[in-house]
């Protein structure tokens, strides 16, 4: 299983944006997929997640609201729309794949939100 993260860049506070992750290989064993974040000096920590049918969801705290996960099983991407941006929200952003052999990470999308 491959993961390719896209979508991220440079947005003032206040700002949208949208990351996709492209999955490719054996993608029929995925019980679930997430995105995390990691601030410098600081933890990885899970943003949200969600069920490989995308029928369950759930989100951290700090992006209740304002987050939203989403899957397109048809075109194998995940996808992580971001409203009302902060600059807590700045950080390098993951795609997971939950497999039943395994777990699988992308490369990382920087987020940069400016004040």
């Known amino acids: 299983v491959q993961l390719v993260e896209s979508g991220g860049g440079l947005v003032q506070a206040g700002g949208s944006l949208r990351l996709s992750c492209a999955v490719s290989g054996s993608s029929a064993n995925i019980n679930a997929m997430g995105w995390y974040r990691q601030a410098p000096g600081k933890q990885r920590e899970l943003v949200a997640g969600i069920t490989s049918n995308g029928r369950i969801t759930n989100y951290a705290d700090s992006v209740k609201g304002r987050f939203t996960i989403s899957k397109d099983n048809a075109e194998n991407t995940m996808y992580l729309q971001m409203n009302s941006l902060k600059p807590e929200d700045t950080a390098v952003y993951y795609c997971?794949?939950?497999?039943?052999?395994?777990?699988?990470w992308g490369q990382g999308t920087q987020v940069t939100v400016s004040s």
């Open positions: 997971i794949a939950l497999g039943e052999s395994g777990n699988y």
